[in-house]
């Protein structure tokens, strides 16, 4: 077990380069599984999930080397298995995307319902009626899922809400069914559209002919293809937060600015001082910050994955602010922490005409206790506890927390944030952090 000890209050100062995006380069690892022929994905991150993938594929029969530290080759073409083990599965939620790559290969595919964090239940029923809607026959008994095919075919399909994962799972389905595929109301995320990338390159024909609306025309064979994996916008988004809040000045290099854009606009909001050149932002610590609003939602909207981030540094900000969830149900889970930290926190409901229509997860899943906006009070200095991370944006929070807070915070879990991020406390420590490793076993704290 592993445990960083922080000790907070010194401002982040330098420069810092984003990884590639981890949302999509163990994504595009699973693609690479539809073609003949190894590909080569370049800019590929150091991260668990990575790892996870590649072991995933390797049981498959299928190979998966690092040519160096951020270089994979993936080679399918040893893939016999049609069924992936339960203990990796329940580990990612993304575990689901093997369904069309592995229907390419096999009449049956068997997969055990997927894991991931735990922020929200993120069910595969648009999934499985997009599978469906193409051919498949699809079936859950006992926690498993089988999938069956005849023939795949092309078809159109709207999805009922909007889902980032269900639409790529979709697009790796129909690449090489027969005929064409119309996605209607799909997702608009960058992340999409890498993965679209590399499957043209690969001999696909997608394309976007509306923001949400992708036109697949099915082909009979794939090959591999060399691509690199696009920058990493939520370690853009996770750096420039912790800099403001802990008073710093820092320039971030490799980002895209047209992906990040909902979030420049809080900053400016924010009286937080930034400038954007074509693959730069640099932030600084300019005065107090200003209290805001803010709703999250699918791109071009405010992402989900920024608000526990956004959440704590308007722990800093002058004021009330309001943070209102809507595309997950229950991305309230990491306040707790903070208020032991000393934040002011109150989640509360929100009175919203049409929730059905507002809120991206299944109205029907909500329950009494969830609560889907917060209201900040600040400033309210945060001081170091003992904590334990359970998912991967609550654990950058937490670390954001206690470069801000007085005192020395111990985090546990470290195992989630190696997740998404690499080598994220070497990074911080070069920019001016007080980041110590411990090792061995720790009891959980409570």
């Known amino acids: ?20 995006a981890k949302n999509v380069a163990f ?16 800019n590929v991150p150091a991260v668990g999930d990575v790892d996870l993938a590649g072991e995933m594929i ?35 939620r993304a575990s689901f995307m093997f369904v069309g790559p592995l229907l390419a290969r096999c009449d049956e595919v068997v997969l055990p319902l997927p894991g991931g964090d735990q922020i929200g239940r993120r069910p595969l029923d648009r ?40 639409t790529e799972t979709l697009i790796l389905a129909a690449v090489m069914a027969h005929g064409q595929t119309v996605l209607e109301n799909a997702a608009q995320e960058p992340e999409v559209d890498d993965l679209i990338a590399l499957l ?66 809080q900053l400016e909001r924010l009286g937080a001082g930034f400038e954007v050149s074509a693959a ?25 994955d920024w608000q526990p981030l956004l959440t704590t540094l308007l722990t800093q900000a002058e004021g009330i602010s309001v943070i209102h969830e809507t595309v997950f149900e229950r991305r309230f ?38 609560r889907h906006a917060a209201r900040i009070h600040g400033p309210t200095p945060l001081k170091g506890i003992r904590a334990h991370i359970t998912d991967v944006r609550a654990g950058a929070t937490l670390v954001q927390a206690a470069l801000t807070a007085e005192g020395r915070t111990i985090l546990s879990g470290i195992e989630h944030i190696e997740r998404g991020y690499e080598n994220l406390d070497g990074r911080l420590r070069e920019l001016g952090a007080d980041i110590e490793e411990r090792r061995g076993y720790f009891a959980r704290e409570q």
Not at 1 to 20: A, E
Not at 345 to 351: H, K
Request: hydrophobic share 40%.
């Open 27 to 42: 994504k595009l690892m699973i693609a690479a599984l539809l073609g003949q022929g190894k590909t080569i994905l370049n």
């Open 127 to 166: 999934h499985i009626a997009g599978l469906v809607a193409l051919g498949a026959e699809v079936h859950e008994r006992e926690g498993v899922i089988h999938a069956r095919r005849e023939r795949l075919a092309g078809a159109r399909y709207r999805f009922p809400k909007n889902t980032h994962t269900g």
């Open 280 to 304: 730069s932002l640099h932030v600084w610590y300019r005065g107090p910050l200003k209290p805001i609003r803010v709703r999250t939602a699918p791109h071009p909207g405010f992402m989900s």
């Open 200 to 265: 043209n390159a690969m001999g696909a024909r997608i394309r976007r002919a509306a923001p949400r609306t992708i036109i697949i025309d099915g082909v009979d064979r794939l090959h591999g293809a060399v691509h690199r994996v696009m920058s990493d916008r939520n370690e853009v988004v996770s750096f420039a937060c912790m800099a403001l809040a802990t008073r710093g000045d820092l320039w971030i290099d490799r980002v895209r600015p047209e992906h990040i854009q909902a979030f420049l606009e």
């Open 58 to 92: 390797r049981l498959l029969g299928g190979q998966v080397r690092r040519l160096d530290r951020h270089t994979v080759e993936v080679d399918p073409d040893g893939i016999t298995g049609c069924m992936l083990p339960p203990a990796l599965a329940k580990k990612s």
């Open 1 to 20: 077990m592993k445990q960083w000890i922080i000790d907070g209050g010194r401002p982040l100062h330098g420069r810092i380069t984003v990884s590639g």
């Open 333 to 370: 889970g990491y306040v707790e922490e903070l208020r032991r930290m000393g934040a002011h926190i109150e989640l509360f409901n929100p009175p919203v005409d049409r929730p059905e229509e507002v809120y991206n997860f299944n109205w029907e899943d909500d329950r009494p206790e969830y």
